[in-house]
């Protein structure tokens, strides 16, 4: 019975090298790329302060999850990250009961988002079309009414930023 260890050891050999790993571990962002410049996202719709959440959201998440540099200037940048917001909508989802108004309203945000080399023009990374969606609340409480839609917007930010600077290292 000394050989089953051996034996099993043999077995799963193969299923070492199986091509699986890990996600989060792999960088498709070209070895001459050390900074990146991401400036401020064109805007196609009439939601105005997601053009200013959404680079800096992207900003915090390179600097926090990556060996990448920010730059301001796009012309001292190895890679520029361009975005544009073509369309946002916003609409109830939950209404009182009582008294038919909103309490919960959804945001639908579509980007268009690319990742470019500076000086090959080459582009390292692209989605012509990113989704996102976020709720937030609206108290029926006059007295009490807080204004949430730009803490939904922070949050769809944060969001984005997440998932664009995962979808960036991973060339998904």
């Known amino acids: 019975m000394r050989f089953w260890p051996s034996a099993a050891a043999v077995l799963l050999l193969p299923l070492a090298a199986c091509g699986y790993h890990v996600s989060g571990n792999g960088d498709k962002i070209p070895k001459t790329v050390q900074t990146i410049a991401i400036p401020a996202f064109k805007n196609l719709t009439v939601r105005y302060r997601l053009t200013d959440y959404l680079p800096q959201?992207?900003?915090?998440?390179?600097?926090?999850?990556?060996?990448?540099?920010?730059v301001p200037d796009p012309d001292k940048a190895d890679a520029i990250l361009k975005g544009a917001i073509v369309n946002y909508v916003s609409f109830p989802v939950i209404n009182d009961q009582a008294t038919g108004l909103a309490t919960v309203v959804q945001m639908n945000v579509t980007l268009q988002m690319s990742l470019t080399d500076r000086r090959t023009h080459e582009i390292i990374w692209s989605n012509p079309s990113f989704e996102y969606r976020q709720r937030y609340e609206i108290s029926l409480d006059q007295t009490?009414?807080?204004?949430?839609?730009?803490?939904?917007?922070?949050?769809?930010?944060?969001?984005?930023a997440r998932d664009v600077v995962s979808a960036i290292l991973e060339n998904f």
């Open 57 to 70: 959201a992207i900003s915090r998440e390179f600097i926090a999850r990556t060996r990448y540099a920010v």
């Open 144 to 160: 009490a009414y807080f204004e949430e839609s730009n803490e939904g917007l922070h949050r769809l930010s944060n969001d984005v």
